[in-house]
């Protein structure tokens, strides 16, 4: 049977009055790609701070490799990228890369190969001796990216990793991303884009604070009797199709 | 290793920061040789004293006094008058048998001065009167004895040789300063660019990033500590060396201790910059901490003598960083103090740093739980 990568069990968080998180379950089987969507606000980003012990949560608890979370040098097995881009400005590209791959605790023959691998797969060849300042938002999202596909790491959690970046060059991240998944690695990822969500193995749909299902796409759009994962979160939101 | 790492990011960071630098090396310079030019150009106060009525030998010695210069009034209103225009610092008068004087008094050096060569010239009168009656009495008795009078040996000028222990006749309050704003400068500028780093890291999200990856929380501090360390002990050197070669002063203690002093005073101001930074949300609330916590420590540094503060107020300079490295650091450049005997200081500069290192490391808790 699978291995199961991270597993939460009853994450319950509060901000104050405001309730982000209910009640949370769902795990990561090795080697599958979960996609967690729902409109924004709905607690996405909460979730994936709560896996990586970036906040503690109220109730609950979150496991990574069988091991209760914040723990960290688990963090070592994990490829993370946040929703903002967190790079450092008057650094070049490659600076940053191997700035981040030594902070992850690469050694220094593997970092030198990485970085250009994970430079090709999101296209900064060229561009990894300029300045990150002359980046374009989508270049600084990319190389935000390939920071966190550095090392190989049994996990990948990519918070948005899509946004602005252009359709030929997002068909060949997921190619990778399959590639990785293929590989008996697995991907939590989370993204607004809906034709994304048909190229993951698993759906979370998160609102108000809820896994509304967890299922394979096209078991979910049977589900709602919907032809497209689109379809599926308005009905789930409750729009009148 | 990753501590060695960070230190490197950070230093890559500020040398492309071509602005930030120029100001950390070419600022404190320039405000140095600013001060240099303004307290050694002249550090005697020049005294115009208005005389009504007064002997006319007084007036005379009055004159001859260095830096004071007297003018002659006929009647007591023209001299009033000449005061209040700002035109003399103060009024001699006599009358009745009395030295009256009046003194502008909107500055408190002129005051003294004028009071102090005033009182000079009417004892050296005294003396001089009394000089003239004894040497009249002398050759009275000579007469009286038919034996030659002894040479004037008794009132013969004794000879003044001035030595001084530190520096020259010229070594004034820019000398007494210097140590002191030498730690005034790193510390200000370690703090202020440290914390704006750190609040830079924090909403940028890149502190974020970085403790999502498996580094601890102290190797980030220290990362911090050792390149900040670098830069203070370069500004420090920069300083120091400007001062010698260009201005000339006098460094009589070892220049390694002076720089060892710097160094623990930026690693302190490092620290509370880290602190600080955490309750800004913006680079000018940032700046907000200037008058805050930078300029109150000018105040207890020993550029004002501490001495002359009531003794309450003697306590709080016991909580600013900058008094034990300017105590330190005046004692290594004007009397020569070896680092052991300046042991007291050290420590007190180690336990502010211990405890906002301490509190720096816990503090980063907030974005990582482990």
Do not use: C
């Amino acid at each position: 049977m699978a291995e199961t990568m991270i597993s939460m069990h009853h994450l319950a968080k509060r901000f104050g009055k405001q309730v982000v998180l209910s009640d949370i379950n769902f795990d990561v089987q090795k080697g599958e790609i979960v996609g967690l969507m729902g409109p924004s606000g709905a607690g996405k980003s909460t979730v994936i701070k709560a896996i990586l012990g970036m906040i503690a949560v109220d109730r609950g608890k979150a496991t990574v490799f069988d091991t209760q979370m914040p723990n960290r040098e688990l963090l070592a097995r994990i490829g993370y990228m946040a929703q903002t881009d967190a790079l450092y400005d008057t650094l070049t590209a490659r600076e940053n890369l191997v700035f981040y791959g030594k902070m992850k605790g690469l050694d220094k023959t593997v970092l030198t190969h990485d970085v250009e691998h994970v430079a090709m797969v999101v296209d900064l060849l060229s561009d990894l001796d300029k300045r990150v300042i002359n980046f374009s938002g989508g270049m600084q999202r990319r190389l935000s990216l390939a920071i966190a596909l550095l090392g190989t790491s049994d996990l990948l959690i990519l918070d948005e990793p899509t946004v602005g970046i252009d359709p030929a060059l997002r068909q060949k991240i997921w190619r990778e991303l399959h590639q990785i998944r293929d590989a008996g690695r697995s991907i939590l990822i989370t993204t607004h884009v809906m034709d994304e969500a048909e190229l993951v193995d698993q759906v979370a749909l998160l609102m108000a604070g809820k896994v509304m299902a967890f299922n394979p796409p096209e078991i979910l759009k049977a589900q709602y009797q919907v032809d497209s994962i689109e379809s599926v979160f308005l009905k789930a939101e409750g729009v009148q199709l | 290793m990753k501590t060695f790492a960070i230190a490197k990011r950070v230093l890559t960071e500020l040398s492309r920061d071509k602005r930030t630098l120029a100001l950390m090396f070419v600022a404190p310079i320039l405000i140095i040789l600013l001060l240099s030019l303004i307290f050694s150009a002249s550090s005697t106060t020049n005294t115009k004293m208005g005389v009504v009525a007064v002997p006319t030998k007084l007036e005379q010695r009055l004159d001859d006094t260095e830096h004071v210069t007297v003018k002659r009034y006929t009647t007591e209103s023209a001299a009033k008058k000449a005061l209040k225009t700002d035109r003399i610092d103060a009024i001699v008068q006599h009358k009745d048998n009395q030295y009256d004087l009046t003194y502008a008094n909107v500055d408190a050096a002129q005051t003294t001065a004028a009071k102090m060569a005033f009182k000079n010239a009417l004892t050296n009168q005294t003396i001089t009167g009394l000089q003239q009656k004894l040497a009249q009495t002398t050759a009275a008795l000579a007469a009286v004895t038919h034996q030659q009078p002894q040479k004037q040996q008794s009132t013969k000028q004794v000879k003044i040789i001035n030595h001084y222990a530190y520096g020259d006749a010229d070594t004034g309050f820019f000398n007494k300063i210097l140590p002191i704003l030498i730690g005034f400068f790193v510390f200000f500028f370690v703090f202020l660019i440290s914390g704006m780093a750190l609040l830079r890291e924090r909403t940028s999200g890149t502190l974020d990033r970085l403790l999502a990856t498996p580094v601890k929380r102290y190797e980030i501090v220290f990362g911090y500590m050792l390149s900040y360390g670098v830069l203070a002990i370069i500004q420090t050197l920069v300083i120091v060396l400007v001062t010698i070669l260009i201005l000339g002063v006098q460094v009589v203690g070892n220049i390694g201790s002076l720089v060892l002093i710097n160094l623990l005073l930026a690693l302190v101001a490092l620290s509370f910059g880290i602190l600080l930074s955490t309750f800004a949300n913006s680079e000018f609330q940032m700046m907000q901490f200037i008058p805050i916590v930078v300029i109150p420590q000018v105040f207890f540094t020993g550029i004002i003598p501490l001495d002359s503060m009531a003794n309450w107020v003697q306590v709080i300079s016991y909580v600013m960083p900058i008094r034990y490295s300017g105590a330190a650091s005046s004692a290594i450049m004007l009397r020569g103090t070896h680092l052991s005997a300046l042991w007291p200081e050290m420590i007190v500069l180690l336990v502010f740093l211990v405890i906002s290192t301490i509190l720096n490391i816990t503090g980063l808790k907030r974005y990582r739980k482990v």
